[in-house]
């Protein structure tokens, strides 16, 4: 059972990235997901959240409108589309289910020129 994040790198500022989330061993579907980001020498924060189904989202403020949280859930996948990136936005990015208390092992955003 375990939730594996993929699709993080280096990318400029104004550049794109889209995360992934893949579960395996479980379904996750009948669930809400979240995504979180822990920056260097600072408390992980949450950034998005999905309902289960994919209707109901919610973002932090320093996000909005500019990150996309979606789900597949045929394929068991959680994504975070992030557009416009700057420096600030550079952590380690975690997907979180929060029911079962499950967190993948984190993809490294880097926002540099």
């Known amino acids: 059972v375990q939730l594996v994040e993929s699709g993080g790198g280096l990318v400029q500022p104004g550049g794109s990235l889209r995360l992934s989330c893949t579960a395996s061993?479980?379904?996750?579907?009948?669930?809400?997901m979240r995504w979180y980001r822990q920056a260097p020498g600072k408390e992980r924060d949450l950034v998005a959240i999905?309902?289960?189904?994919?209707?109901?989202?919610d973002y932090a403020n320093s996000v909005k409108g500019r990150f996309t949280i979606s789900r597949d859930n045929a394929k068991n996948t959680v994504y975070l589309e992030m557009n416009s990136l700057v420096p600030e936005d550079t952590a380690v990015y975690y997907c979180n289910l929060p029911q079962l208390n499950y967190w993948g092992q984190g993809t490294q955003v880097t926002v540099s020129s």
């Open positions: 999905i309902g289960s189904a994919g209707y109901a989202k």
């Open positions: 061993g479980f379904t996750l579907s009948r669930y809400p």
